[in-house]
């Protein structure tokens, strides 16, 4: 009697300390987050519980709909960058020795390891006006001013395509290292050359590791603020420094939580588009 009692509350035990997890952590404050999107504004930078959609009505302006829009060129471009520099490189590990790749890998993976704030700030450090990239200039005769590297859209990017570059080889390199070598062969054997397998066999088969590389670089790139910020110079409003000054310096709590609620919306239509790419994939 004892065992079955035990067997019973097995699954309540082990599924019990998640959903209390998730209920008090995401559900809640989700919740919370919804809930302050459809109040109003109190003038000294508080919430009035008056039912209210403005903050929604507000977003289809002029002002925040170039936000918007400069916010998904700047994660399209980071996601096209990663894309680009991360399939090589992706490609170079899986087809490596059995010695070195474990070294590649590691490497890859070691920017985990520091914070990623701290790594951006070495960026900030570099490209000022009197950091190394223009010290090294000026003293190689190239130029004879500093060249304006920081707080331009430019270092945007490349702050962005650095911080971000690992979570798109990762997928990528896993479905490379997952392709069968006898459908690789099969295609030199029938004549394809490097090119023509490369297009026909290795792309297609490895589409959904681009994909899930696609979606791990987009989403993140649409919220990372503390990047625009540092190496930006908060010249240019993204989605995510636009939340956290409405929150924060502009104390307009409902429009914060109504822009975070957009963010979350299009991250689960991403979502659910991954979801249906890897299911048709299965299907094929």
Known sequence: MRNRLRSSMAPITMIGPTTLWLILFLMIPLALVIGISFLTRNGFGGVL???????YKEL?????????????QLAFLTTIICLVVGYPFAYIIANSSERVKPFLVLLLML?????????????????????MVNNALISLGIIKFPLELLYTDGAVLLGMVYDLLPFTVLPIYT???????SLLEAAS?????????????????????VFAGSI???????????????????????????????FMSARNWPMGAALAIVLIAVTLVLMKLYTRVGSLDDMV
């Open 49 to 55: 519980m008056i039912p209210s959609i403005d903050a």
């Open 60 to 72: 289809v302006s002029t002002e925040y709909l170039k936000v918007f829009a400069s916010s998904f």
């Open 111 to 131: 920017p985990f390891w520091i914070n990623s704030m701290i790594r951006i700030y070495g960026w900030n450090t570099i490209l000022r006006s009197s950091g």
């Open 175 to 181: 479905s490379i290292e997952k392709l069968d070598p």
């Open 189 to 209: 054997d029938l004549g394809a050359g490097k090119v023509h397998k490369f297009v026909r066999v290795i792309l297609p088969l490895t589409m959904p590791g």
């Open 216 to 246: 791990q670089t987009f989403i993140p790139s649409l919220g990372l603020f503390y990047i625009a910020d540092m190496m930006g110079g908060a010249k240019t409003m993204y989605i995510g420094n636009l939340i956290k000054n409405q």
